[in-house]
């Protein structure tokens, strides 16, 4: 398998164009979500530079695992970061994904957050 997966690796990254077009994706993606959610009194967001947002829940009657479960039941993943250091039970992060998906995971938010 590794033979494989080094083969992929160099394959994968002479393609210049895909990898041209990915980082075009994230990064608007990246910008787009991050202002939808930083215009909401319920979350504070973390500016980010990597292709996850890391967000504190302020709303008192949700947590990083009310978010999860809920989150989970509609088929999306979240990442509940209560156990990363120096962090609790209201911060949790996610990927950036397709901007459909990135909808859907901001439109589940809202059910709870908003």
């Not at 980082?23 to 319920?42: A, H, N, T, V």
């Not at 989150?71 to 459909?100: A, H, V």
Request: proline share 3%.
């Amino acid at each position: 398998i590794n033979s494989l997966a080094e083969i992929a690796g160099q394959i994968m990254f002479q393609d210049q164009d895909y990898i041209r077009a990915t980082k075009e994706l994230i990064s608007g993606e990246r910008s787009r979500i991050y202002q939808e959610l930083s215009s909401w009194d319920s979350v504070q967001v973390y500016e980010p530079s990597a292709n996850f947002i890391l967000m504190k829940i302020l709303k008192e009657d949700v947590d990083a695992e009310l978010l999860f479960e809920h989150c989970i039941r509609k088929g999306l993943m979240i990442r509940n970061c209560s156990t990363f250091p120096f962090l609790d039970e209201t911060y949790f992060r996610f990927c950036l994904m397709l901007p459909g998906q990135n909808d859907h995971l901001t439109e589940a938010f809202l059910q709870l957050l908003k």
